[in-house]
């Protein structure tokens, strides 16, 4: 349970900075999504990063019973399975990417999720601990 307490104290802030960022800069995340689905480099690098974070993740803490530290490690598995994407099909990857940025309702999507990551993990991490 210490890794657990320490990822989720690691991650949550991570992903409450992003959920907050997509909440009250929108406008600049969209231009950022957009920019980076043009370039294939860093739909590559960020693959090999997010697979190598996944990878960490699975090793230091491959928990799988129905509780909240499964959620690391789905977030683990899920970088592993989006990392390797990115690394074997990046231009297969950029057409779908294309049609998420423009949809106005994706980014939001995406804001509400990183935002319950962030509050879920920093709950457990830093108060339910």
């Known amino acids: 349970m210490a890794t657990s307490i320490y990822l989720a ?8 900075a992003v959920g907050l960022g997509l909440l009250f800069n929108a406008a600049t995340y969209r231009k950022l999504a957009a920019e980076f689905v043009e370039s ?3 739909i590559y690098l960020s693959g090999v ?4 974070g996944g ?17 690391i490690t789905l977030l683990g598995w899920l970088g592993i399975i989006g990392g390797a994407g990115r690394i074997i099909l990046p231009q297969g990857l950029q057409e779908l990417r294309r049609d998420i940025v423009e949809s106005g309702i994706a980014l939001t999507i995406a804001c509400v999720i990183w935002l319950a990551i962030g ?6 991490g830093y108060v339910w601990s």
């Not at 509050?119 to 457990?124: E, T």
Request: aromatic residues 14%; proline residues 5%; positive net charge.
């Open 9 to 16: 104290k690691l991650m949550g802030p991570v992903f409450l």
């Open 40 to 42: 294939s480099a860093l």
């Open 49 to 52: 990063l997010l697979m190598l």
């Open 55 to 71: 990878v960490a993740l699975v090793l230091a803490h491959n928990v799988w019973r129905l509780d909240w530290p499964l959620l």
């Open 119 to 124: 509050v879920v993990l920093c709950f457990f």
